[in-house]
Each structure stands twice: as structure tokens, then as C-alpha cells.
């Protein structure tokens, strides 16, 4: 695999600065044929590796259900990412040269009716700000509308909310028990009241989101499989976001875990000392 990033004119032409707009002002861009048969080919290649060898961190998630939802995380992917020139793209929606490659996240769904991911913004699990801060969501298989990953307009730059706890009876239920951020609207049960984004997939469209977005996942039915990729990016204008999630004493539990990773960072630090592979 090459270790340059790929030009532009070697990928589909397309309106870049249009679709950066788009990105800027929607939190979303659905990039359509960004993805050519054999970069799908390397993608599948790697997805099935990662399935057949899964790290520590992968899970099952409602194991008491019929259906298989599993999830993976990792940094395995960079090879890929560069051979296929989504470095590219990312970087060409940014006007930014440099790139940090953050990990990728894998989702599989089949065998069954599983449930939808409960809306939920990324950013409030995450401690970073900044409009360079981005997943590119790829699909290995025909999505329709419906089973899409769907997003609310704009909600990048509207409230932080607390994070969802992906509790089984419940998808508003709080991550943060004490936290001054609030509750998560009910987004499924009053669609209506917003702005809901959505679109027929086949294999090769991208997604590139926002990682503030208000988003959620639909489940799958009986006889379909949906095998589903995120690869996280963010460029230099991304900061830490020191804001306190939980209230509780000196940020126990979820924020001790995370001092690993962020280190002696204060608010407003640049992020790109600590996290993700420069690329």
C-alpha cells in the first residue's frame, strides 16, 4: 500500500469547496460514488480481517437478542485509509494539509431484528472542540433510506447534551449521573420536531460528519446484514474541551479513565500532541 496521500485528480471529481460548505453549515456531507470498486474491495478485506481477529475492546451488544450488533474499535486501518484516499477527501473538506488519524469504529449487524443506536452526539464522550473533527461512515452494503445513520441538521453547533448510556429500556438514559449538561431530547418518539437527514446508500457513497452531530443508527430486519465502518479524523483547530461532564467530586470514573489519554491538558490545549497518528 502507498504511504503518500493520494491526489484529488486520482479520485471522482467533485465540487469541493461546495461540499466543505455543506459540511460547515449542515455538520454533514454525503459524498456519492466517493469510493471505487477496488477501494471497497480493500475496505471488505479489512473489515473481515478485523471481525476475525477483534481487539479487547470488542463487544456485543444485547446479547439476549437474536441478532448480532457488534462493535470494534482500534488503529489498525491507516494503510487502508491512505490507499484509498479518504485522507484525501478529509482533507480537501478541511483546506488543511494536516491530518491526525484518530481510529476507526466497526459495526455489525445481522441475523435478525436488532435495535437502532440511540441518538447521540460523540462529542460528549470525547473531550475535544473544534470544527476539524470528523467520521467518514462507510457502508458495505446497500442501505436504504431507512436503515440509514441519520443525523439532525445543523445540531453541531447547538447544545451539548449528556451522553447516552445505551441503556436497553431506555436511549435517553444519562451516561453522566450528576452533570449540569442535559438530558438528551427523545428524538425517535417526536421526529417531527427536527431536522432529520438521511439517504439511500450502496456501497462506495461516504458520509463525513460532524462528531458534535446529533446521530443515531437504525437497526436491521430479518435476511439483511449491515456491515458499516467510521474513521475518525481532525485537523489543528481541534482543542481540548476541559468543560466538566460529571459533577461528582474530582471527575472520578469516566474522567480518571480518560486522563490517560488527555493527559495534564487545560482548556483550549491543542489536541494534536496527544491524539491520533499524524498522517
Known amino acids: 500500500m502507498s504511504a503518500e496521500r493520494r491526489s484529488l485528480e486520482t479520485l471522482p471529481p467533485r465540487d469541493w469547496p461546495t461540499a466543505a460548505r455543506t459540511l460547515e453549515d449542515d455538520g454533514v456531507v ?65 483546506g488543511e494539509p494536516d491530518l491526525w488519524y ?24 470525547l473531550r475535544m472542540m473544534g470544527s476539524q473533527l470528523v467520521a467518514c461512515w462507510v457502508t458495505l452494503d446497500p442501505l436504504p433510506r431507512e436503515h440509514c445513520l441519520e443525523f439532525v441538521r445543523g445540531s453541531h453547533k447547538g447544545t451539548l447534551y449528556n451522553g447516552s448510556a445505551f441503556a436497553a429500556h431506555d436511549d435517553t438514559a444519562p451516561l453522566y449521573k450528576d452533570s449540569k449538561l442535559p438530558r438528551l431530547p ?5 421526529r417531527a420536531d427536527f431536522d432529520i437527514l438521511a439517504w439511500d446508500m450502496e456501497p462506495g457513497d461516504l458520509i463525513v460528519f460532524h462528531l458534535g452531530m446529533l446521530h443515531g443508527g437504525a437497526g436491521t430486519v430479518p435476511g439483511m446484514r449491515r456491515r458499516t465502518v467510521s474513521l475518525r479524523f481532525m485537523g489543528p483547530n481541534v482543542v481540548f474541551d476541559g468543560r466538566p461532564r460529571d459533577n461528582v467530586g474530582a471527575q472520578e470514573g469516566n474522567d480518571a479513565a480518560l486522563a490517560a489519554v488527555y493527559g495534564a491538558l487545560k482548556h483550549g490545549d491543542p489536541l494534536s500532541r496527544v491524539m491520533g497518528q499524524k498522517i
Open 102 to 125: 484518530m481510529g476507526e469504529q466497526l459495526f455489525l449487524k445481522e441475523n435478525g431484528f436488532s435495535r437502532r443506536t440511540p441518538w447521540h452526539q460523540d462529542t460528549s464522550y
Open 186 to 190: 427523545d428524538i425517535q418518539k417526536h
Open 30 to 94: 454525503f459524498l456519492k460514488s466517493a469510493l471505487g470498486p477496488t477501494d471497497l474491495a480493500l475496505i471488505e478485506q479489512e473489515f473481515a480481517h478485523s471481525v476475525a481477529h477483534p481487539t479487547p475492546k470488542a463487544v456485543n451488544f444485547y446479547p439476549s437478542e437474536n441478532a448480532t450488533f457488534f462493535e470494534d474499535t482500534g488503529q489498525r486501518m491507516l494503510p487502508m485509509v491512505r490507499a484509498t484516499g479518504i485522507d484525501a477527501m478529509v482533507a480537501a473538506l478541511f
